[in-house]
């Protein structure tokens, strides 16, 4: 065959099928559209974490297992429900892995929110949070606004705190007192935190080198500096210097009226609970400095 022609014949192959692929692409993507076009989230839960004793909100804190370039990548490891659909989905009509879980972040003032949400039968758990392990199973989600309150024993209670600046230094006072003593009844650690917005906690702490600031002895923890009695009475004092060059990150500028927010956090442990160690908190405290 004459080279010329079939070549000739190729190049018209080739035109054939690029005037061809912008037409399948279209009929691919009128298909992907369709499959987008399902129905939404019809529903929102939310709801208290409750102290089943105070009746007030159990303060936590929301860490991911994974910190990268100042975001939070992967599952949380702390402050947060596992759900699980169960049956059906009702708006999808197609079978749901049961074991497959949602997570549902718990705000840092005990309180949650979860506005996309599928109405339907959930098994929701806490089992990696502040306080004893609570499921509810068969929750009823209908269409609409839910709410979903939780009445739990927290492993430890941080009574009648306080963060002030007196003589130079951030001086924390407060009594601590067990949720069930019959279990979790040794203080394992104390601190105050400090950092510069309000998502303060012991994973977002700029003084964690500051012994003031801990119960436990910073260069072996094996050792207990300031011995924390959980009475539910005795006053317990921790502190933060400023001046203190290890927190220089916290208090570069102080003195020139920057806010600075305050946590105590405190973990009770023993006779098998809590061994995940999760600490337990007070409200945060706003102090311009």
Known sequence: MNPILLTN?????????????PLALLVNSCVFFEMDNYPGPNASISGRIIDSKTKENV?????????????????????????????RSEVYDIPIDYEKAQYWHIKYDGTYTNTQVFSGTYRISATADNF??????????????????????????????KVELVGGKFVA??????????????VYDAKLLCYPDAFVGVYCNYCNMDQGASSRDLTDNKIVVTPIVADGKTINTLTID?????????????GKGKEHFFRIAVCAQGNGANTSRYYNYSPTFKIVY
């Open 59 to 87: 303060p936590t804190e929301c860490k991911f297992g994974n910190f990268f370039g100042g975001a939070y990548f992967g599952s949380p490891t702390t402050g947060y429900f596992s759900v699980f659909e169960k049956g």
């Open 132 to 161: 004893y392990p609570v499921t509810k199973d068969d929750v009823r989600i209908e269409k609409g606004d839910n709410t979903l309150d939780w009445e739990v024993v927290p492993y430890c209670r941080v009574i009648n705190p």
């Open 242 to 254: 400023p001046a203190n060059p290890l927190n220089q990150a916290e208090f570069k500028y102080a």
């Open 9 to 21: 014949k190729k190049q018209t192959i080739m035109k054939k099928l690029l005037l061809l692929l």
């Open 173 to 186: 006072t407060f009594a601590v007192e067990f949720g069930d003593p019959t279990k979790a009844n040794t």
